[in-house]
């Protein structure tokens, strides 16, 4: 069996040989049947890419989702938000990837906190409450702060930073799409140039420098007039404020949860461990960790299996 997590922007799949990513955005018609074609076999799939906007609506992305699935592989079955795998596109579908990795996690882990910081956002998951959990759209947790909308590499860093301080100077900055998180942890030495997976904002290269020179336009300027301190200063003042989201987030969840610990997974799995003082997932089940719900909705399938 192999489990599939499918994205708006990437395919992530677990199997016996380890873990496949793929580039694979939705919004631009990526080929998604073609990217499962190589993959056989059964499958447990659970996804988010429903909210596309190439979609009216997320009900009419699920139906696409299904049905491309099933076409390059028949023998699957979808997770729902009710922790029920279904062969048909219902709405419980949408965006049920996170629960899937806390329906895998919650005995072992039944007294803590997950923090799954992937590409582009964080899922903050209290595994103490798992029934709870059940049922939960995105908009619900949103406002319970289960999900907080950035992450390592696709975050645009304007909708974090409202403004800079450049050398003592409050500077707004500009709302285009100039610079991305992974432009900040890049030149942070938070990732390396080839964790970089997803296109640049401005198309161009995947380098320090050409992140610099991304982030000094953020306000509206170039390297030789702030010079590259001031780019610094500008993802580190997006990092300080993304790390104090994510961690208001993951201390109401302990403490709502009356959790004891947290755990990391994802991309960000490391940084956030250490901002944190926690121990990371990978450190107990390998790499699969960096495509956790792919892993968790395969392991969840091949358990039911086991006790029918």
Same mark, same amino acid.
């Given at each position: 069996?192999?489990g599939?997590?499918?994205?708006?922007?990437?395919?992530?799949? &677990?199997?016996d040989a380890?873990?496949?990513?793929h580039?694979?955005?939705? /919004? @631009?018609?990526?080929?998604?049947a073609d990217?499962?074609?190589?993959?056989?076999?059964?499958?447990?799939?659970?996804?988010?890419?429903?909210?596309?906007d190439?979609?009216?609506?997320?009900?009419e992305?699920?139906r /696409?989702?299904?049905? $491309?699935v099933?076409?390059a !592989?028949?023998?699957a079955?979808f +997770?729902?938000?009710?922790?029920?795998?279904?062969t048909r596109?219902?709405?419980?579908?949408?965006a049920?990837?996170?629960l899937?990795?806390? *329906?895998y996690l919650?005995?072992?882990y039944? *007294?803590?906190?997950?923090l799954?910081?992937g590409?582009t956002?964080?899922?903050? !998951?209290?595994?103490?409450r #798992?029934?709870?959990?059940?049922?939960?759209?995105?908009?619900?947790r949103?406002?319970?702060? +289960?999900?907080v +909308?950035?992450?390592?590499?696709?975050?645009?860093?304007a909708?974090?930073?409202s403004?800079?301080?450049?050398d003592?100077t409050?500077?707004?900055?500009s709302?285009?799409?100039f610079?991305?998180?992974?432009?900040?942890?890049?030149v942070l030495?938070?990732?390396?140039?080839?964790d +970089? $997976?997803?296109p640049t904002p *401005?198309?161009?290269?995947?380098?320090?420098d050409?992140a610099?020179r991304?982030?000094?336009r953020?306000?509206?300027?170039?390297i030789?007039e702030?010079?590259?301190?001031g780019?610094? @200063?500008?993802?580190?003042q997006f /990092?300080?404020i993304?790390?104090?989201?994510?961690?208001?987030? &993951?201390?109401r969840?302990?403490?709502?949860g009356?959790a004891? =610990?947290?755990? $990391?997974?994802g !991309?960000?799995?490391?940084? #956030?461990a250490?901002?944190?003082?926690?121990?990371?997932?990978? @450190?107990e089940?390998?790499?699969?960790?960096?495509?956790?719900?792919?892993?968790?909705?395969?392991e969840?399938?091949?358990? =039911?299996?086991?006790?029918?």
């Amino acid at each position: 069996m192999i489990g599939i997590d499918i994205g708006g922007a990437n395919l992530k799949v &677990v199997d016996d040989a380890g873990v496949h990513i793929h580039y694979c955005p939705l /919004w @631009q018609g990526a080929p998604l049947a073609d990217l499962l074609e190589p993959y056989a076999g059964s499958a447990a799939v659970v996804m988010s890419g429903e909210l596309a906007d190439c979609f009216a609506t997320k009900i009419e992305g699920i139906r /696409w989702i299904v049905g $491309t699935v099933q076409e390059a !592989i028949p023998d699957a079955a979808f +997770y729902g938000t009710d922790a029920a795998f279904h062969t048909r596109p219902v709405p419980g579908l949408a965006a049920a990837n996170w629960l899937a990795s806390a *329906d895998y996690l919650r005995e072992e882990y039944a *007294d803590a906190v997950l923090l799954d910081v992937g590409s582009t956002t964080a899922d903050v !998951i209290p595994l103490t409450r #798992f029934e709870s959990l059940k049922g939960l759209t995105d908009t619900r947790r949103l406002q319970k702060q +289960y999900l907080v +909308y950035t992450g390592m590499l696709r975050t645009n860093v304007a909708t974090l930073l409202s403004s800079v301080t450049l050398d003592g100077t409050v500077t707004p900055v500009s709302t285009e799409y100039f610079a991305a998180s992974a432009d900040a942890h890049l030149v942070l030495g938070h990732i390396a140039p080839a964790d +970089y $997976t997803c296109p640049t904002p *401005d198309n161009g290269e995947k380098t320090v420098d050409a992140a610099l020179r991304r982030l000094a336009r953020v306000v509206c300027a170039d390297i030789d007039e702030i010079g590259k301190s001031g780019a610094h @200063q500008v993802a580190r003042q997006f /990092w300080e404020i993304q790390r104090r989201v994510i961690g208001r987030a &993951v201390g109401r969840a302990l403490f709502q949860g009356d959790a004891e =610990r947290v755990i $990391t997974a994802g !991309i960000g799995a490391d940084l #956030f461990a250490r901002e944190l003082g926690c121990a990371t997932l990978a @450190q107990e089940i390998g790499e699969v960790s960096d495509a956790l719900p792919a892993y968790a909705v395969r392991e969840v399938a091949l358990r =039911r299996a086991a006790c029918d």
